[in-house]
């Protein structure tokens, strides 16, 4: 029986990994149970300068799910690489960069600022939808997913993940231009682009107008588009959307994820995640199974 | 800090769209005014938890009281929450209120009064002014429990028909000129936070407030929750849910 799971050289004890902007820098969630306990965390998503993030409300519930658009609020790479960085080296955990840019020079300038973290990997955030400039916009043609991927790609010594919007033409194009891009790995998927309308008042919910929607609601989006991406790249796929539960964990690995992310469960239970990476541990364990094993195993009907 | 599995004793109706909780904690932990409980809707239908302010505690019981306004799906499922049934509930969270001086002035307006009677409860040896404000008659809540506290009560609605015909800001200024207190505490919808803030009567004398936002995790870690303030001339976004959730009248963007 095996949970390890290995995503471009780095081991992750088990396939859990926290999704970036429902986790801050790990602090909070610390509180609740050991990090360690985690197969990685992905940091809030990083900008070279602070930056102030939208006007509230930045969130609101949808059935099964949840908007948000919270805006990329971040206290600067410089501060996360004094502060948050140097504390996260003492956990036992894989340490996943989260980083985003108005401009392909921001890209590569964070790209290489994170060469003196301690953070073990890069994410490249290329789909957040909730940003008026850069973010999304890079994350939408194959042709500049690719361009971003290989900037930083050159520049940053640690494998990086391009993480993937779903709000495109056909996500399995984006994954291959990824994967010729340079990427190590591919993320998805990001939040689905949408708009809760309070009726009474005719106007949409958040300050923001359109948010992304994550939580349960997006779950068989996200499989069916880590299904794809598996057939079309060669790279492994962190997979994420909805996850609740080991058995969604299960789902997300049989489709073709090496590992997952989990993202809005932990606002739902703030120890989400650690009870996921418990429950997939006892299921492994009881079944005698290596959890490689299942990733792509997914058998069509006929 | 852990996720707590509470028993429901009570959950009634209390005032128009209004209603009580009582909740039990095998170990309830040390409770300040001001701060607010995670309630986990039992159903999974709904992702985010619901923040309430902690109404009221027992220490001895081991219990809290929450009172809620039934606006929306969330609160319409926990309005349906039957006794004896268990809730998950993160406590206590965010920044209390703890008077430092002996003359309190404390306002509440509408269902902002239900953080009032816990600050009363964390520091019972104080002389406390409350000023409750209610749309009309049918949403009026707490007054007893505030007088039983010991508390001198005045109240107002909009129309008259409960207490005096007033807008509890206007109603709290004269009392602030009366009494001249040490300290205020106001929580309500954020114009009586504009009104409060325009009066004369309040300079000189801290003022605090309590801000509600839609909330994510309630812990500090998702930011989805954040305010404005005013802090050494700049602006920033801060967590309620951390940071605050109350704040000084001051530093707040209102």
Redesign the interface.
């Known amino acids: 029986m095996n949970t390890a799971v290995e995503i471009a050289g780095v081991k992750f004890k088990n396939p859990i990994i926290t999704a970036s ?4 820098f790990g ?3 610390g ?2 149970y050991p990090l360690s306990a985690l197969g990685g965390i992905c940091t ?1 998503g990083l900008t070279i300068k602070p930056k ?2 939208n ?7 949808v ?4 908007l ?1 658009a ?1 805006g990329l ?1 971040n206290p600067g790479v410089e501060r996360f690489l004094e502060t948050d960085d140097k504390r996260l080296a003492q956990e036992d955990v894989v340490v996943i960069a989260n980083v985003a840019g108005a401009t392909l020079d921001d890209y590569i300038a964070i790209g290489e600022r994170i060469n003196d973290a301690h953070a073990q990997m890069v994410e490249l955030n290329i789909s957040c939808p909730n940003v008026k400039e850069g973010g999304m916009a890079f994350g939408v043609l194959p042709s500049s997913v690719e361009k971003v991927t290989a900037a930083v790609v050159k520049v940053c010594k640690k494998p990086v993940i391009t993480k993937l919007s779903p709000n495109v033409a056909c996500i399995a194009d984006n994954a291959r231009a990824a994967e010729a891009g340079g990427a190590a790995a591919v993320s998805l998927i990001n939040t689905l682009s949408g708009m809760a309308v309070d009726w009474r008042t005719r106007r949409p919910a958040l300050a923001n107008n359109n948010g992304g929607m994550s ?2 609601c997006v779950k068989p989006v996200a499989l069916k588009m880590v299904w794809d991406c598996f057939n079309a790249v060669g790279i492994p796929i962190i997979g994420l959307g909805g996850i609740a539960s080991y058995t969604d964990a299960l789902e997300f690995m049989i489709c073709g994820a090496r590992a997952v992310q989990v993202g ?8 989400a995640a650690y009870d996921i990476a418990r429950d997939l541990a006892d299921h492994v364990a009881q079944n005698d199974i290596d959890i490689n094993d299942l990733v792509g195993s997914l058998v069509l009907n006929g | ?3 707590r599995s509470a028993v429901v004793l009570a959950n009634e109706r209390v005032a128009d769209g209004v209603m009580k909780m009582t909740l039990y904690f095998e170990d309830l932990p040390p409770i300040e005014g001001g701060q607010f409980v995670h309630i ?1 809707v039992p159903d ?6 619901r923040p309430f302010c902690i109404c009221d505690f027992d220490k001895k019981e081991r219990t809290i009281d929450v009172c809620y306004a039934v606006v929306g799906a ?1 609160t319409a499922r926990l309005a349906e929450v039957e006794r004896m049934h268990r809730l ?1 509930a ?1 406590l206590p969270l965010g920044n209390g209120y703890a008077p430092k001086g002996d003359r309190i002035m404390l306002i509440g307006g509408g269902m902002g009064s239900a953080v009032l009677p816990a600050i009363i409860t964390a520091h019972p040896d104080r002389e406390y002014t409350v000023c409750l404000g209610f749309g009309d008659v049918s949403k009026v809540v707490l007054a007893d429990e505030l007088k039983a506290k010991g508390a001198k009560v005045i109240l107002a609605t909009d129309n008259g028909s409960a207490g005096e015909k007033g807008y509890v800001a206007d109603v709290a200024a004269r009392m602030i000129r009366q009494e001249k207190p040490d300290e205020i505490f106001c929580c309500g919808p954020e114009i009586i936070y504009k009104i409060l803030a325009q009066k004369s009567e309040i300079a000189g004398i801290p003022t605090k407030i309590s801000l509600e ?16 303030v005013r802090r050494a001339g700049v602006e ?2 801060v967590r309620v849910c ?1 940071d605050g959730p109350v704040f000084d009248i001051t530093e707040v963007a209102l």
Do not use: W
């Open positions: 902007g429902t986790f801050g602090a909070e969630y509180q609740f809030k102030q993030g006007p509230p409300p930045r969130a609101t519930e059935y099964g799910g949840m948000n919270v609020q939580g349960p809005t469960a932990n606002f739902t239970s703030p120890t | 800090m852990k996720d986990r999974g239908a709904h992702v985010l938890r969330g998950d993160l936002q839609r909330m994510g995790c309630g812990i500090g870690a998702c930011l989805v929750c954040n305010c404005k920033e976004y951390k």
